[in-house]
Every structure is written in C-alpha cells, then in structure tokens.
C-alpha cells in the first residue's frame, strides 16, 4: 500500500532550511547517517539483551556504497530497523520542544548568526537533503517478517511516500540520489561524494571511533589485467579515544569525537578527561557543549550520559551519574566494574554508580572553579548558556549546605558598578567598612533595575547592587541567605535599610513623621484594598514618590509570579506601598486626605499610586485603561 503524506509544518521549514543549504560543511550528511546507523545497532544490541527470542548471528556493519553511474550513495545497517508507524513518527516529525521557537529565532537572525543558531541544532536525518534531491530508505524492523519491510521516498519538498515492501534481513537501507554538484558531472564542484576515496576520507575524518565496522568496497588489481577485483576493507579504527592515554590526544580528536559520538554539531566548550584506578576503575570523558540545547529546561530534554563497560557500549542517558543541575553535561562513562547486562532500575541502586557520580560532580565542579579563576572570558561565555543551571543547584542545595558550599563560589551576578559579571567573593571584597549586608535587586534586566527609584540612595552613597534579572536568580540568593558571613538583602524588600549616619537620621525624621499620619495611611490602606498589606512612609526613597517592597523572608514580586505560573498559588508574597513623605504628592495627598478620606479624588489618588508603583515594578497594573484614562485626565487638566 502506497501513501503520500505531507510533512508536519516545522518539519517542512526546516527541510526547506536544509536544501536551501545554510549549512557551509556539506560534508557532515555522512556523519549524521552513520551516528543514526550505529544508534540502531545499539539499540538492536541492548533489545537482545533482553529479549533472547531475537537470533542474531550476524555480525554488526555498516555499509557505504558509492555509485558513479546511477549517481548515488547507498548507507546501510543491519541495525534494529523501523516499523511503518516508527518510520512516520521518526522521519516525517521533529519531535523535539523548542523547534518552533528555533525557527522562529533563526527566521530573524541571519548570516554569521544563523549559521551559529543552525548549528545548535541537529537536524539528523534531513542532513540527507544537503546532497541528495532524492533520499529513499528502506527499512525492516528486527523480529518481523520479510514482507514487513517499508519503504519511504521524498524529494524534501514537502511531501513523503510511504509504501510496504519486502527486504531480506533486518536493518535500514539510505539510499541518497545526489544533486549534480556532489557528482562527477559537476566538474567545478569542489566535491564528488560517488568517489570512494572522497567518502574514505569524510569517514576517517568524523566517524573514526564509530564502534561498528564501516565497510566500502575497494577495486584493487586483480589476476588478469584488465579484470580489477573488489576488495572489502574497514575505514574507521573503532578504537574508543577514551581509552587512549590523554598526552596522545589532541584537541581537534576530541572535537570530532564529541561531535560524532554525541551528534554535537560544533566543538564542545570544555572537555573533561578523567581516569580512575581506585577500588572502582572507571574512565569519563565528558563536555560541555558550546550552546545550551533548546529544549535544556523542558521536561523532553533527555540529561545522562552514556554507560560503556570494558569499551562495550551498555546504554545511552543514564541519568544516575549527575545530579540534575549538570544536566548539561554530556558524555560518557567506561567501567569494567559494572556488569555488562545492568537494568536501569539496578543501576539507579549501584553503588559503583554514586561513586563515580560523586567523583564526576566534584570534579566538574573543579574544572569550572579553574575556569571562573583561569579564563573569566570563557566561563562569561559558560554561564550565559547554562548558569540557570548552577543556580538551579544553588536553590536545591537549601538542606544541603556542603553542596551550597561548593556551588556558591561558581556564581557570577551582573552589578550596579559596571555592569560586568562579578563573584560573590569579588562583590564582598569590594564593600566599603561600613555597608554590613550583600545588597540585591531584581528585575527583569539590568537597565530596569537601574531605574527603580530604590536604586537612588544606594548610588548616592556609591554603594553597588547585585542584578537578579533571571527568576531563579531570586531562588537561590534566598537559599543561601548569607555569603562570607554577610546577609544577602534585597533592596525592595521591608526591612531594609542603609546603615550610614546620613541614612540613619533620615529614618528617624520619618518615623517621627510617620507617628502623626497613622490615619492616613489607614486609610490609604483601605482606599486601595486588598491588593497592598501595609501602607508606610519610607526613607529608601530620594527624588522617587512611591515604591512598592515586599516582606522579609517571604517571596518577591516575581517570585510570586514564577511561582503562580507554576499553579502554586500558596506562596504570595506581602506587598507593601511605601510613600516618600518629602514628596510633592505626599502633600497633595494630605490635602485631599484632609477633605475626607472616602472623597473620590482621594481615593483615586491613592489607587493612581498603587498602580505607578506597580509599574515602577515592572508589573501590569489591574485595568491599565483605567489608569491611562486618569494620566490623560491628569495631562489635561
Ligand atoms: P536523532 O538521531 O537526533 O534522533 P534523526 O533525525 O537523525 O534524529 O533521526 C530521527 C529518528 O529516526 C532516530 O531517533 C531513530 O529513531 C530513527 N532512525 C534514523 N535513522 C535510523 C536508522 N538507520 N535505523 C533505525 N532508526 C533510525
């Protein structure tokens, strides 16, 4: 039965990226199809593992086969094949979180910048498109019948055909019919992908350490003279890198082999190689990428790293080894202690597993403690990507304080002195005698923060402030309370206040005034309702006539926020409006108080602060139609 079917929408407009060839490296299709051939010989390893039922004698290969005349490349696997329902699911959909987002970002970027943005992305299979105008695959899943095999055929153009068919052993076949350009038709093309030697090269270059063979038939000299004979050889080594000793390995090895092993589509920002010979031997070799994927914080990105024992590869995301705040970090472990038939659920309880883990996080920790110290540049370049992350860890870490411990220096926050990335420690170095605590603010970026009007006093008195422009920035300088002994204190919330004398006497002004407009601020209180807990004069504040803070301990503003977005409504935060007494409005405010406090421009001027000082915030006041109705009334009168 033969069907044609369209390709999902995001699928299409990343085919149509694919053959309209943003890629520069038109070579990487071959990698990306001998990643996904020694993908289903894997998968076809572990499932026979399992499932005795499945005879397979035939050993594990991969084919390459060029063509000249018919001007094709033939790929195929005795792998664990697809079904018809796999072969729609995994070849006519992009499965992954973000990809809409992806597109759309990297529809506005363009040139250097969509190359970079591409580049994060994998696109697999539809690298097929960057040569061929046709690809064909043909397919049989392990364990079904010879008449089971499927056939799917596209041009990339928006349309696939799927049809059954029969094929003899289990497996999948690529067969790529090339544009003339990659062809020897093309001879000013810089590529002729039918050439055998062309092909042995791209596979010695990327797919060394792939650990199946990689066959392709060779024409030597054969008895008779003009009778060449054909000679199957084996390209790649299959020697892992990692059991190579690390002096023996140079950078660009490690580069091509993160990119064949772990489909990284560039070279890996740092990598770390560690060899163990204690009571448990184990050898990780493990990166972190140079962008962060885009689904890293969705619930289908898929963290862990692959699991080898004795070089034989055992299992792929096993997420046992790395706690969930180095989710990002890819790679591998190869352990002869732990068996090679392991189950996932065996695994979660193997202790051989949590040492090696706890050995890896330390030493990860280790590695970008030497980058913050050693090379403050590409560690800027580190947290941009996955900084979230560590602060993730940070928050987590709130009943572990030796885990806080070892995370809390690794962190960098922009602050009010220039802007630049700066340590805990590099902020606490710099605070002059008489500031006691670390002071924080938050919002939604560095130029927001800067115009709070609580901002003010704190750069008269050249006092600098660490920016929280990341939700969970907020989470995790709450988990730590304290740093060096010095508490961390939110410029916007209740109890804050600066201890030199010049501050210090105008609090006490304001208290004093404050003890003689109790009523009205009772009553401004009750003008706005519920939406504010308290209303008070405050000190904070110096040309600014309103701001809004919110209680000690509890959650901010966007805290609330963050947390309401995850339907948890349980943690409100307490709002408190103060107003700045020396203010012209305060007057104004007396005045009208003065008339009677249930007067409608009373009340509107009251409800009119709430709501400045809501935007002030960077929040959306209620009924913003409202409150530009009276600014315009305001502007009119
Ligand atoms: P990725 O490899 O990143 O998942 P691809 O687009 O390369 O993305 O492939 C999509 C899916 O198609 C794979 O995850 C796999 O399930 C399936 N697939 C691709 N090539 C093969 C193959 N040679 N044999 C079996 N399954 C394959």
Redesign the pocket.
Known sequence: MSEKMQFQAETKRLLDLVVNSIYTNKEIFLR?LI???S??IDKLRIESLTNKSLEIDIEPEIFILPDEKTKTITIS?N????TRE?VIA??GTIAKSGTKDFLDKLHEASGAAAQELIGQF?????SAFIVADKVELI?RKVGTSTASGVKWTSDGAGEYEIENCNKEING?I?VLHLKKEFTSDDTLGEYDFTDVYQLERLIKKYSDFVRYPIKMNFEIKGKAEDEPEIEIRTINSMKPLWARSKSEITNEEYDEFFKQQL?EWEAPLDVLHVKAEGTIEYTALLCIPKHAPNNLYYSDYEAGLQLYSRHVFIMDKCKDFLPDYLRFVKGLVDSPDLPLNISRELLQQSTGVKVIGKALEKNIQKQLGKMLKDDRKKYETFWKEFGKSIKIGVYHSVFDTKLQDSLKDLLIFPTSRDGKFSTLAEYVERMPDFQKKIYTAAGKDSAAIDKLPQMELLRDRGLEVIYLTDPVDEFAVAALKKYADKEIQSITQENFELDDAESQKVKAEVEEIAKTREDLLKDVKAAIGDAVNEVRLTSRLKSGAVCLVTGEGGPSLTMEKTFSAMNNSLFKAKVILELNPNHAVFKKLENLHAQGKDSPEFKDLCNTLYSLALLIEGFMPENPAELANKITDLLTK
């Open positions: 990306e990643s996904n051939a993908d289903a696997d792998g664990i094949g697809m796999e995994n070849i994998g696109v697999g299979f539809y397919t999948t690529i489909h």
